[in-house]
C-alpha cells in the first residue's frame, strides 16, 4: 500500500488514477498539486482526495510514490522541480502521451536526487478533459504502455505496475522510442488524420457538413479533442509522426492509383485485405 | 399507399424498406426480387415480404413502386431490364450511393418506357450488410438524399418523398452532381482514408495493432465495410473522389507543415479551430 499518493494535474486522468486509487484504498493519503486550488477543491470536497495545494514542494516533500499528470509540455516544465521536491527513493511516474523525451529527462533528473522514474501511457484518453469526466473506472480494461530502461530500478517498476494493475489495467511494456513509434501509428496519425478529414470538408464545402452519417462522425470524433493537449503531442513526437505520416501517405497514394486505374478486383482485393486486419483487432 | 412494392435486393438498404413498409403497412403487396430464392425465402417466411422471385420481369411486372436496392455497379447491369420489365407509369428510385451515372442512365432508359426514376440516396449504411441485419427502423432519423432533375415528374417526386418520410427519414434534395461531392468529402473520402490508416500501421509495424484504443477503432470503423460495395462506389464516384482527395492533401500538408516548423500556437488555433467544426456536427 502506497503510503502517501501525490498526483499532479487533476484533470480527467489525474483525476481518474485519484478516484480509481480511493475507491481501492490503494492510498493512505492521497495530496493533488495543481494551479487552480479552487478548481481541486471540488475533489476534496467529494472526498477523493484529503489535500489540495498549489504548492509542488509542500504537495510532494513527503509523498512515496508521485504520478504526474499534466499535459507533456507542461510536464517537462515541472520535472526539475519535482524531482527537486520529492524525497530520495520515492517512485515517479507520469500518464504522458510521449515518451522519448520524458523518460530521457526524468532519469536524468531523476538520478542526481534517487527518485525512481518510470514512464507509464495509460491508453485511456477521451475527447473530453477535466476533473468532471474523471471517474474511478476509467483504467479497467485499459492498456497501460510502461517504458522502462536498463536505468531503471526494479522494485520502483514493480511499484508502478502493482499500481496499475490494481486500477485494472493490461500491462505492455515497450521501449520508450518503440512506444513513440507504435503510438504515432495507432494515436498520433490517426488524430492529425481526422483533423485533416474536417478541414478537407470545409475547404470544399462546408454545407457539406449538414449531410454527415454516422461514419463520418466515428471517423472525426478525435478531433474534437483538447487542441492544448495535442499541440504538445504532435510536436513532442514529431519524428515518429512525420515517419507515420509518410506510411499513411504512401497507402493512401497505393489505393488512390488503383482507384484511378480503375482496376476494380485489385481495389476489391486490398479492400478485403484491410477488412481482415481491421477486424482482427482487439 | 402503394399497391405492389417490388424491392430488387434484399440486403440491408433493401431488406430495411421491406420490414419498414410491412411494419407501417405502406403497401398492399411486397414482393423481392433477387439472386438467390433460397436467401430471400427467410423474408417470406417471417413475413416481411408477400412474394420472392429470381425473375425481375415476374417480380416487378406488375409493380406500382420500385426500389433498387443493389451495389452501384449491378444496378447499372440491372436497369435496361428493369426498365423494360416496369408497367407504363411505375414508380422507380434507389439506394445508390453516387448518384450522377445512375440518375442519367436512368432517366434516359425510363423515358423510352415512361418510368419515372427519382434517385434516393439512404444515408444509413453500416459496415454490415445483409438482410440479416435489416431493420424496421433503420431510416428513422436518418438523413435521405433525393436528387430529382428539371426532367423529373412531379408527382413521382412526391411519391418517393413520402415513401421515405413514412419510413421516418429526414428529406433533402441536392442535384446529382452536388449530391456526388458531397458524399465524396463526408462518406467516400473518410472510408478511403480510413482504409490506408489502417494499412498505414501494417506497414509501419502490425504488432502496434494490439495498442488500438478506442480512438483509432472509431476511426477507422468503417474499413470493415463490404469490399465489394465500396469498390464500386469509389470506382463509380471517381472524379468528386479525386476532388475531395485533394482537399484533404491541401489540409493535411497545411497541418504537417506547422508541425515540422514547431509553431505551436499556430497549431493550437487550427485544432481549435477545427474542434469548433466537429462540435456543430447534427
Redesign the interface.
Known amino acids: 500500500m502506497i503510503d502517501r499518493l501525490a498526483i499532479v494535474g487533476l484533470g480527467l486522468l489525474g483525476g481518474s488514477v485519484a478516484r480509481a486509487a480511493r475507491a481501492r484504498s490503494l492510498a493512505r493519503e492521497i495530496v493533488a498539486v495543481g494551479r487552480d486550488a479552487r478548481r481541486m477543491e471540488t475533489a476534496r470536497r467529494d472526498g477523493t482526495v484529503d489535500r489540495v495545494t498549489t504548492d509542488i514542494a509542500d504537495g510532494i516533500g513527503a509523498a512515496d510514490f508521485c504520478v504526474i499528470a499534466t499535459p507533456v509540455a507542461t510536464l517537462l516544465d515541472l520535472l526539475p522541480a519535482v524531482c527537486q521536491a520529492l524525497p530520495a527513493g520515492a517512485v515517479l511516474t507520469d500518464v504522458g502521451s510521449t515518451k522519448a523525451r520524458i523518460v530521457a529527462e526524468a532519469e536524468r533528473l531523476g538520478q542526481a536526487r534517487s527518485v525512481r522514474f518510470i514512464g507509464s501511457h495509460p491508453?485511456?484518453?477521451s475527447e473530453q478533459s477535466g476533473y468532471a469526466v474523471a471517474r474511478a473506472d476509467l483504467f479497467e480494461g485499459?492498456?497501460v504502455?510502461l517504458t522502462p530502461t536498463e536505468r531503471s530500478d526494479r522494485d520502483a517498476l514493480a511499484q508502478v505496475d502493482r499500481l496499475w494493475r490494481a486500477l485494472g489495467a493490461r500491462l505492455?511494456r515497450l521501449e520508450p522510442a518503440a512506444h513513440d513509434?507504435?503510438?504515432a501509428?495507432?494515436?498520433h496519425?490517426?488524430?492529425?488524420?481526422?483533423?485533416?478529414?474536417?478541414?478537407?470538408?470545409?475547404?470544399?464545402?462546408?454545407?457539406?457538413?449538414?449531410?454527415?452519417?454516422r461514419?463520418?462522425?466515428?471517423?472525426?470524433?478525435?478531433?474534437?479533442?483538447s487542441?492544448?493537449m495535442?499541440?504538445?503531442i504532435?510536436?513532442d513526437n514529431?519524428p515518429a509522426?512525420?515517419?507515420?505520416?509518410a506510411?499513411?501517405r504512401?497507402?493512401?497514394d497505393?489505393?488512390?492509383g488503383i482507384?484511378?486505374a480503375?482496376d476494380?478486383p485489385a481495389?476489391?482485393?486490398?479492400?478485403?485485405r484491410?477488412?481482415q486486419?481491421?477486424?482482427?483487432?482487439?
Open positions: 491508453m485511456a484518453g485499459a492498456t504502455i505492455v513509434r507504435a503510438v501509428a495507432i494515436s496519425l490517426p488524430h492529425l488524420v481526422a483533423d485533416a478529414l474536417v478541414d478537407a470538408v470545409v475547404r470544399m464545402d462546408p454545407a457539406f457538413l449538414d449531410l454527415a452519417a461514419g463520418f462522425k466515428d471517423t472525426t470524433r478525435i478531433a474534437a479533442a487542441p492544448l495535442w499541440r504538445e504532435f510536436l514529431r509522426l512525420a515517419e507515420a505520416l506510411a499513411f504512401k497507402a493512401l497505393h489505393l488512390e482507384v484511378a480503375e476494380g481495389l476489391e482485393r486490398e479492400l478485403e484491410i477488412k486486419v481491421r477486424e482482427r483487432l482487439p
